[in-house]
């Protein structure tokens, strides 16, 4: 049954392997593919190219296994199909960046980035090669039923077998998956590491401090926000998140939520759009894969993808993180990281690749690790638990929970939404569509200032980069701000084009001496209290008192963080984030002012 290719398939709540044999099929593009032909498929990184991402490119093709037989085995049943065989590795271990590179590359992605741009966070990939000695079939099987034994919390335990490479791996993590039109993804992130623990009341004290680190949570926002953008663009009508899911994997614990969506659109295009995760690049996507190209100094091929199996009514993705490729000379890769932020600690991030990197030893070495069950005692701990419930009470209450929407008016008025490089604006076009808005969006470099004129309002929306550079990107956004301030049409900016208008108005723009990146800060909206998501490295201050504007600043720095006159408004804060707690309320309410 292993002389042809085939695949291997166990997902975490199942107790059995299922069995995939067929012929393999290559394709260049997503596109290519007959969504009614089952078959498992792994794609390639590079495959971003798709979505005009910048990638490093070697020509990977997207990988199927055509299925033309299926069987399902009990993990007893599957040991005994082959022989187990021992593996063992050429010992030079061949790492693509050193550990003073890597402290350099974090360095350098923390200062020379995220604190100079409006930047969120990036995930660079440390590559790891062996040789592995004589490797066969019956040795992938091995390693399969290593990770299978010694393995627990893996959303998908996986092999794959072209018959030129092998893919191996246990991922914790869902892309994205679709049944009966219901999509599906688990935003995770935050990890704790379990491997110094021998007893339960020390893993229990450190363990609380987790569920408390203020990175750790605002790195899992950040990733539902991300998801959020991408379930916006899929799905329509409302939506359901479910709130922090613990993860326990052999060595590691991880901290997710689930968003669940309805969606109209066919699976290949929803499985497009999903891509690629925030964990495996970086926020926001489209820049975060310009940053990975800049630092990682190889090409990622498979990893960091994805594995699907496709049926003609459903579709199941997971992502190919903690991943063996292993080719028929031989040679073993794999790559590990860690999520890089303002507050990296070189040295932190640098261990957390070093206690990743050995799961992979685990399971091509047979040394098992028992500590596996710590939630199974302290899951329902009250303390636990209230910690986990405390991370929702200050969020956006539009995201958690159903709004009432019924009996609402069709809009006449006609919205531009401008992106800038962020997909923050789908979650605001899904919201104004929701309120029956007639809405057009458009990416900056797409609108001609000529038709600014045919709208009722223009929204600009967030986006990285300098508002003080004179970029091509800053004139264009520029241009569109003084015609519309000059024709007194209505407008309403967000984030860095809050910034860029202080700019036009020749108001003091500078960059802020710590970044607020997925930061929730309690500010005075025009006379009201409320609790919004900061993500912005710059910021722009009030110098002297005007009566052409209002302002909402910060009275100790004098940081502006809205600006209202009687054509527009502009906020430094995401309305549209998890992080903003009534930001519903904020956006209708200053829209309908913008139109009255």
């Given at each position: 049954?292993?002389?042809?290719?085939?695949?291997?398939?166990?997902k975490?709540?199942?107790?059995?392997?299922?069995?995939?044999?067929?012929?393999v099929?290559?394709y260049?593009?997503?596109?290519?593919?007959d969504?009614?032909?089952?078959?498992?498929?792994?794609?390639?990184?590079?495959?971003a190219?798709?979505?005009w991402?910048?990638v490093?490119?070697?020509?990977?093709?997207?990988?199927?296994?055509?299925?033309?037989?299926e069987?399902?085995?009990?993990?007893?049943?599957?040991?005994?199909?082959?022989?187990?065989?021992?593996?063992?590795?050429?010992?030079?271990?061949?790492?693509?960046?050193?550990?003073?590179?890597?402290t350099?590359?974090v360095?350098?992605?923390?200062n020379?980035e995220?604190?100079?741009?409006?930047?969120?966070?990036?995930?660079?990939?440390?590559?790891?090669?062996?040789?592995?000695?004589?490797?066969?079939?019956?040795?992938?099987?091995?390693?399969?039923?290593?990770?299978?034994?010694?393995?627990?919390?893996?959303?998908?335990?996986?092999?794959f077998?072209?018959?030129?490479?092998?893919?191996?791996?246990?991922s914790?993590?869902?892309?994205?998956?679709?049944?009966?039109?219901?999509?599906?993804?688990?935003?995770?992130?935050?990890?704790?590491?379990?491997?110094?623990?021998?007893?339960?009341t020390?893993?229990?004290k450190?363990?609380?401090?987790?569920?408390?680190?203020?990175k750790?949570?605002?790195?899992?926002?950040?990733?539902?926000?991300?998801?959020?953008?991408?379930?916006?663009?899929?799905?329509?009508?409302?939506?359901?998140i479910?709130w922090?899911?613990?993860?326990?994997?052999s060595?590691?614990?991880?901290?997710?939520?689930l968003?669940?969506?309805?969606?109209k659109?066919?699976?290949?295009e929803?499985?497009k759009?999903?891509i690629?995760a925030?964990t495996?690049?970086?926020?926001?996507?489209e820049?975060?894969?310009?940053?990975?190209?800049?630092?990682?100094?190889?090409?990622?091929?498979?990893?960091?993808?994805?594995?699907?199996?496709?049926?003609?009514d459903?579709?199941?993705?997971?992502?190919?993180?903690?991943?063996?490729?292993?080719?028929?000379d031989?040679?073993?890769?794999?790559?590990?990281?860690?999520?890089?932020t303002?507050?990296?600690?070189?040295?932190?991030?640098?261990?957390?690749?070093?206690?990743?990197?050995?799961?992979?030893?685990n399971?091509?070495?047979?040394?098992?690790?028992?500590?596996?069950n710590?939630?199974?005692?302290?899951?329902?701990d009250?303390?636990v638990?209230e910690?986990?419930?405390?991370?929702?009470?200050?969020?956006?209450?539009?995201?958690?929970f159903?709004?009432?929407?019924?009996?609402?008016?069709?809009?006449?008025?006609q919205?531009?939404?401008?992106?800038?490089?962020?997909d923050?604006?789908?979650?605001?076009?899904?919201?104004?569509?929701?309120?029956?808005?007639?809405?057009?969006?458009?990416?900056?470099?797409?609108?001609?200032?000529?038709?600014l004129?045919?709208?009722?309002?223009?929204?600009?929306?967030?986006?990285?980069?300098?508002?003080?550079?004179n970029?091509?990107?800053?004139?264009?956004?520029?241009?569109?701000?003084?015609?519309?301030?000059?024709?007194?049409?209505?407008?309403?900016?967000?984030?860095?084009?809050?910034?860029?208008?202080c700019?036009?108005l020749?108001i003091?723009?500078?960059k802020?001496?710590?970044?607020?990146?997925?930061?929730q800060?309690?500010?005075?909206?025009?006379?009201?209290m409320?609790?919004v998501?900061?993500?912005n490295?710059?910021?722009?201050?009030?110098?002297?008192?005007?009566?052409?504007?209002k302002?909402?600043?910060?009275?100790?720095?004098?940081?502006?963080y809205?600006?209202?006159?009687?054509?527009?408004f502009s906020f430094?804060?995401?309305?549209?984030?998890?992080?903003?707690?009534?930001?519903?309320?904020?956006?209708?309410?200053?829209?309908?002012?913008?139109?009255?």
């Open positions: 049954m292993y002389n042809k290719p085939f695949a291997l398939y166990k975490k709540w199942e107790d059995f392997i299922r069995y995939f044999s067929g012929k099929q290559k260049n593009l997503l596109s290519e593919i969504e009614s032909v089952e078959q498992i498929f792994i794609t390639p990184f590079t495959q190219k798709e979505r991402f910048e490093k490119e070697n020509n990977e093709k997207i990988i199927s296994i055509i299925v033309n037989e069987k399902i085995y009990s993990i007893d049943e599957f040991i005994k199909t082959f022989k187990e065989k021992e593996i063992k590795l050429d010992w030079e271990l061949i790492e693509n960046f050193t550990k003073k590179e890597h350099e590359i360095n350098n992605i923390v020379k995220i604190w100079n741009w409006e930047w969120s966070n990036f995930n660079i990939a440390q590559k790891i090669t062996w040789k592995i000695i004589n490797f066969e079939v019956e040795k992938a099987l091995t390693i399969y039923k290593r990770i299978i034994l010694s393995e627990c919390g893996s959303y998908l335990q996986f092999l077998f072209d018959w030129n490479k092998f893919f191996i791996w246990a914790p993590e869902r892309n994205v998956s679709v049944e009966n039109n219901i999509v599906r993804m688990n935003p995770i992130s935050g990890t704790f590491r379990k491997t110094k623990y021998d007893n339960y020390d893993f229990k450190d363990f609380l401090l987790f569920l408390k680190d203020q750790e949570i605002n790195e899992l926002f950040m990733c539902v926000d991300e998801e959020l953008k991408m379930m916006s663009k899929i799905c329509t009508g409302w939506w359901i479910v922090p899911i613990l993860k326990e994997m060595n590691l614990i991880h901290t997710e939520y968003l669940s969506w309805e969606s659109m066919k699976k290949l929803i499985f759009e999903s690629w925030c495996v690049v970086g926020s926001p996507i820049n975060a894969f310009k940053i990975v190209k800049k630092y990682e100094n190889f090409d990622r091929k498979y990893y960091a993808w994805a594995v699907s199996h496709l049926k003609k459903s579709l199941d993705s997971s992502i190919m993180i903690r991943t063996l490729d292993i080719n028929i031989w040679w073993l890769e794999f790559c590990v990281w860690a999520s890089l303002k507050d990296s600690v070189p040295e932190s991030e640098y261990e957390e690749i070093k206690i990743k990197s050995k799961w992979v030893l399971a091509l070495l047979w040394i098992t690790n028992t500590k596996t710590f939630l199974e005692k302290y899951y329902l009250d303390e638990q910690l986990i419930q405390i991370r929702n009470q200050n969020l956006s209450k539009t995201w958690f159903k709004q009432d929407f019924e009996n609402l008016e069709i809009k006449k008025e919205i531009l939404i401008i992106n800038n490089e962020d923050f604006t789908n979650m605001i076009a899904h919201i104004l569509k929701i309120l029956w808005y007639k809405i057009t969006l458009k990416r900056f470099n797409e609108v001609k200032i000529s038709e004129y045919n709208f009722d309002i223009s929204l600009i929306w967030p986006g990285p980069w300098n508002p003080l550079e970029t091509e990107k800053m004139q264009k956004n520029l241009d569109i701000i003084d015609y519309l301030y000059k024709n007194n049409k209505k407008f309403f900016w967000i984030c860095l084009w809050h910034q860029l208008i700019r036009y020749k003091k723009v500078q802020k001496e710590i970044p607020t990146q997925w930061e800060i309690e500010i005075n909206l025009f006379w009201e409320q609790k998501a900061f993500y490295t710059f910021a722009w201050f009030k110098e002297k008192d005007s009566s052409d504007f302002f909402s600043n910060n009275p100790k720095t004098n940081e502006i809205a600006l209202r006159q009687k054509n527009f430094q804060f995401h309305p549209e984030s998890i992080l903003t707690q009534n930001w519903l309320i904020i956006l209708k309410e200053n829209i309908e002012k913008l139109i009255w």
